[in-house]
Every structure is written in C-alpha cells, then in structure tokens.
C-alpha cells in the first residue's frame, strides 16, 4: 500500500491546502493528513481536535484519507504512519528553499522521499497566516476556505 503525509498547523485548513490534497490523492492509496498537535507557543490557535475536526468532515466521504495529531518530526510521523511520502505544498522560490534542505534531512535521516506540488497560480497569494491576518481586521475569509462538496 502506497502511503503519504501531507502535515501542517492548518490553522486555518485552506483552499490551497485542499488543492494539495485533492492533485496529491491519486498518487497514493492511503494519505494521511498530520496536523500539528497543542502548541503553547501559540495559545490562539485552535485545539488540534477542533483543526481535525474540520479537516475530517471535508473528506468524510473518502476512506483514503485519515486524519490524525501529530508532534515532532514529520519523517518520524512517515514512519509510524507505514508512510513512504511526504507531500508538501510549494507557493514560492523561498517555500521551495525552506522544503529542498527539509526533504534532503528527510531522506538522509529517516529514508523518507518528499513530492513537492506546486501551487496552482490563483492559490499561490493565499496562506493560513494571510487568512488570519485578514480574519483579524473583520474581513470575511469563508471564500478562501474549502467548502465540503455535495
């Protein structure tokens, strides 16, 4: 079973966060959503029950797709998962930067391959902290969340 990981804080879970999993589902059998556990460095942020929570009703409907807490680091959350992969999502030359020195430790340390996805063009402005920024002037962000589909 061909098993990947794709993991953040999700705070808040966005559309570009969805298109990752949504282009990322058909590579795998099994694709498991890590979210970042309780973080007290940020007391504002959500519980990662609440954060799974809304992650889990979105893909309610595909058995593929687990969600589950995660601490530490992700190669070590690949491992317990059974995962081979770690999926990221890449907006920008300084993202792909961040993720090229990621992958390679995680390869070298943990044997564990990343398949970088590059953002679709229109998502490429949106980010969990742009969101939250504009959440926090008043400014409705519904639009840039992914809404469950019928």
């Known amino acids: ?3 990947g990981i794709f993991v953040g ?3 808040p879970f966005t559309i570009g966060h969805d298109s990752i999993v949504r282009r990322a589902l058909p590579l795998f059998d099994r694709l498991v959503i890590g979210v970042v556990g309780d973080n007290v460095h940020k007391p504002d942020m959500p519980s990662a029950e609440e954060r799974m929570q809304v992650i889990r009703n979105l893909y309610a409907d595909d ?18 998962e059974g995962a081979q992969y770690i999926v990221k999502g ?11 020195w990621q992958a390679d430790f995680n390869r070298r340390l943990g044997g564990i391959e990343t398949i970088l996805l590059y953002t679709e063009p229109e998502l490429a ?3 969990s902290s ?3 920024e504009l959440e926090h002037f008043g400014v ?3 639009p840039f969340l992914p809404q469950k589909k019928l």
């Open 1 to 3: 079973m061909k098993t």
């Open 9 to 11: 804080s999700f705070n």
């Open 63 to 80: 058995k593929r797709i687990e969600v589950k807490p995660y601490h530490g680091l992700a190669m070590d959350f690949a491992k317990a």
């Open 90 to 100: 890449v907006r920008s030359v300084s993202d792909f930067e961040y993720e090229q």
């Open 125 to 127: 402005s949106i980010s």
């Open 130 to 132: 742009a969101l939250r």
């Open 140 to 142: 409705d962000v519904t």
